[in-house]
C-alpha cells in the first residue's frame, strides 16, 4: 500500500470518527440549555454557582476555532457535552476529574452505538473513542506539563492519531 493509499484511508476513518463524535454529543446535548460567552470561569465551584443560579450552562467561545471539529458551533457542543458531565456527576476541572468525565464521554459513544446504531462498524467507534481521548488525555498532560492549553487542538490530535495509525499500517505492509 502506497502512503497516498494510506493517508486516503486515514482521513476517511478520521471523518466518519468525527462525524460519530458529532452524532453522539448531539445526541447527548440535545435538551441542555446553554449560553455561548466570549470566556467562562475556570473555578469549579464558581461554575456550578452560575450553573444552578441560571438554570443553564455558560460555554467559553475561546480556543472553540481550533478545538478538535472544523466547526466552531460542534465545538461549543462539545463543551456542552462535557461539561455535561462535569456537572451531573460532581467532577472538579482536575486532571483526575477530567479523565473520569472522558470515562463518562466513551460510555455515550458505547450506548450510542450499542443501543441506538449498531450497524456502526466496530473501527469507526474505537476511532472515535481513541480520539476523543488522546484529545483530553493529551490536553491534560499537556496543561500539567506546561500550564496552558494547546494552541491547536485540532492539529495536535490529528497528528498523534495519524502517526499511531500509520506506524501499524506501516507494519502491516
Not at 46 to 61: M, Q
Not at 154 to 170: A, E, G, H, Q
Amino acid at each position: 500500500m502506497t502512503h497516498n493509499e494510506i493517508y486516503k484511508q486515514l482521513n476517511d476513518r478520521w471523518s466518519k470518527a468525527i462525524d460519530l463524535l458529532i452524532d453522539v454529543m448531539f445526541d447527548v446535548v440535545r435538551d441542555i440549555e446553554y449560553k455561548v460567552e466570549a470566556t467562562t470561569t475556570n473555578n469549579y465551584d464558581k461554575f456550578i454557582e452560575e450553573t444552578n443560579s441560571n438554570g443553564y450552562f455558560t460555554i467559553s467561545r475561546d480556543g472553540t476555532l481550533s478545538a478538535i471539529y472544523e466547526s466552531q458551533t460542534f465545538n461549543i457542543k462539545a463543551r456542552v457535552w462535557h461539561d455535561y458531565h462535569h456537572y451531573h456527576s460532581k467532577l472538579s476541572f482536575t486532571p483526575e476529574d477530567e479523565l473520569k468525565v472522558l470515562a463518562l464521554q466513551l460510555k455515550d459513544i458505547d450506548n450510542y452505538y450499542n443501543k441506538q446504531h449498531p450497524e456502526l462498524s466496530e473501527q469507526t467507534v474505537n476511532d472515535a473513542k481513541t480520539i476523543l481521548s488522546i484529545d483530553i488525555q493529551q490536553q491534560v498532560k499537556y496543561y500539567q506539563t506546561y500550564k496552558c492549553f494547546i494552541n491547536d487542538q485540532r492539529s495536535f490530535v490529528r497528528n498523534i492519531w495519524f502517526n499511531d495509525i500509520y506506524s501499524c499500517y506501516k507494519q502491516l505492509t
